[in-house]
């Protein structure tokens, strides 16, 4: 299971880092703080106080459903922060809330696949991608790349969309594509409100393209 927590922490800070617009957090100011305390909790605590701290981030993130059940930002912010918590928590715990994230990450995409640029899509991609298939688990690289790809096409300058579609092809050997998206994520503009979340992200596509030039030079 150990495997499993990596990959599932991976998916988590992949999923963390969905921006809304500054006139979303205007208007929802409680879905900000959410996305704030996430940063908080997964990029300056102990590994051994992420725990608990999770288990609070997912009770405000369901308050947020509760409250406007028909909004898709605050079911894409529950299904991030069940996902952060499946890889704090790791083991068999991490399977079910994998899946709460999942069934989370759907009802936000039923309702507007389009909210938080596609965010939705790209993260259920990555889950797809991230976990193990069948019968651990519900991951699949086909549905992987489709979601992943709908997600670009909402957003395809967006740094996070290029980050995770690339480290999909550099996963599946495609070293040269691999590079091609990486270095878009690289480009992409800095987010407002997000210096730590786009610093965070920068450093990860810095090095998987260590990774993938490494790859290229063989």
């Known amino acids: ?18 921006l809304m617009s500054i006139a979303q957090a205007d208007e929802w100011p409680e ?12 990029y300056t605590l ?9 288990d609070e981030l997912i009770a405000k993130a369901e308050s947020l459903t509760q409250a406007q059940p028909q909004r898709a930002e605050g079911w894409i912010w529950l299904g991030i922060s069940q996902s952060s918590a499946a ?25 507007d696949e389009k909210a ?3 965010s939705a ?17 519900f991951g699949s690289d086909k549905k992987a790349e489709k979601l992943l790809k709908q997600a670009l096409e909402m957003n395809p300058k967006g740094i ?9 092809l550099f996963d599946d050997g495609k ?36 990774k993938v030039e490494k790859k290229l030079s063989r």
């Open 121 to 137: 899509l790209t993260s259920l991609g990555v889950l797809y991608h991230k976990l193990p298939g069948w019968p651990v688990s």
């Open 31 to 42: 879905l900000l703080a959410v996305q704030q305390q996430w940063a908080v909790v997964n």
């Open 87 to 111: 890889g704090a928590k790791g083991g068999l715990d991490a399977l079910g809330l994998a899946k709460q994230a999942k069934a989370s990450l759907e009802k936000a995409i039923s309702l």
């Open 1 to 18: 299971m150990n495997m499993l927590k990596r990959t599932l922490i991976t998916v988590a800070g992949g999923m963390s880092l969905m």
């Open 116 to 118: 938080l640029s596609g």
């Open 160 to 168: 996070d969309p290029n980050y995770f579609y690339g480290e999909f």
């Open 175 to 210: 070293y040269t594509k691999a590079k091609e998206y990486l270095l878009l994520a690289q480009q992409a503009e800095p987010r407002a409100n997000r210096a730590l979340a786009d610093s965070s992200r920068q450093k990860e596509i810095e090095m998987l393209l260590t």
């Open 46 to 54: 102990a590994e051994k106080e992420r725990d608990k701290a999770f």
